[in-house]
């Protein structure tokens, strides 16, 4: 039995207190246990959980996993997501040029291991103050099933940090293909030579360079199609070639001796 079963056929479509208008918040707590997320939990060493769904915003809704208290020291995961409509502008001739989607907008995504260790082959990243559960794929499965259910375009997602769109890349993509195409070359020229982890950080302390010059990390939106002539945008020739030589215009190197001398501001910016 899957997320869908259980959750069932979307009821019509209501004002809160349902989830994004239409799944109660039993029932979404009744799909967490039976699709094994819990469970997972439970073999991470955790358990009387403390599930809180908050609808009360109609364009904002909060569900968030506790164990035994509901403080930040025992706070599990914590999902933040809205319905926002989207438009797109290739930039190249495409039928869904100036077109309106509705998605699912993940606001904020944190799943935390607080009983964790980072370890030499798991170093903390930028952003973490605890280790990860691992269990992105499980959560990003059952958003990706809700957002199905509820007949929208996608699901949409804004990384903060450059591990963070590396490690959504196999399912999402970015809506602009510039920025698919600046991730890639990132990935080509770096992540090639050094670990996730060592780029992620070098990104953070302004120790990259992007065609000689002093490289920021853009924020822009990835999204996973559902619609089908989204699907057949990210799919296309046209934008995979568009993809392919702006990833031949850039070009990116990190500074290991700036790199070196800021070991000490990350350092503490590790152990904040």
């Known amino acids: 039995m899957n997320f869908e079963d259980i959750l ?3 009821p019509t479509k209501r004002s809160s207190p349902f989830f994004l208008g239409f799944y109660s918040p039993d029932g979404i707590r009744y799909a967490l246990e039976k699709y094994g997320l819990y469970d997972e939990l439970r ?3 955790y358990d009387n959980f403390k599930t809180v769904i908050n609808t009360r915003d109609p364009y904002k809704q909060r569900i968030a996993i506790y164990y035994d208290k509901k403080d930040n020291q025992h706070l599990l995961g914590e999902l933040i997501v809205k319905r926002k409509h989207i438009t797109v502008y290739p930039p190249f001739p495409s039928r869904i040029y100036g077109r309106n989607f509705e ?5 904020w995504l944190c799943m935390q291991h607080p009983k964790g260790k980072f370890t ?3 170093p903390r990243l930028p952003g973490q103050k605890y280790p990860g559960l691992g269990l992105g794929d499980m959560v990003m499965e059952i958003l990706v099933i809700m ?6 375009a996608g699901l949409l997602n804004v990384p903060e940090h450059f591990h963070n769109a590396q490690m959504y890349s196999p399912q999402f993509k970015y809506i602009d293909p510039l920025y698919e195409a600046k991730r890639m070359a990132l990935e080509r020229d770096l992540l090639s030579r050094y670990p996730l982890a060592t780029v992620s950080w070098a990104i953070e ?5 992007e065609n000689t010059k002093p490289f920021e990390w853009f924020v822009a939106e990835q999204i996973i199609p559902l619609n089908r002539d989204l699907q057949d945008y990210f799919s296309g020739k046209e934008y995979r070639k568009y993809v392919e030589k702006a990833a031949q215009q850039y070009h990116y190197e990190l500074n290991r001796e700036l790199f070196e001398s800021k070991r000490d501001q990350m350092d503490r910016l590790i152990t904040c």
């Open 8 to 10: 069932g056929a979307p």
């Open 43 to 45: 073999k991470r060493g």
């Open 103 to 107: 998605v699912i907008a993940v606001e």
């Open 120 to 122: 030499p082959e798991k």
């Open 147 to 152: 957002t199905g259910r509820l007949r929208l």
């Open 205 to 209: 302390l302004k120790c990259v360079t």
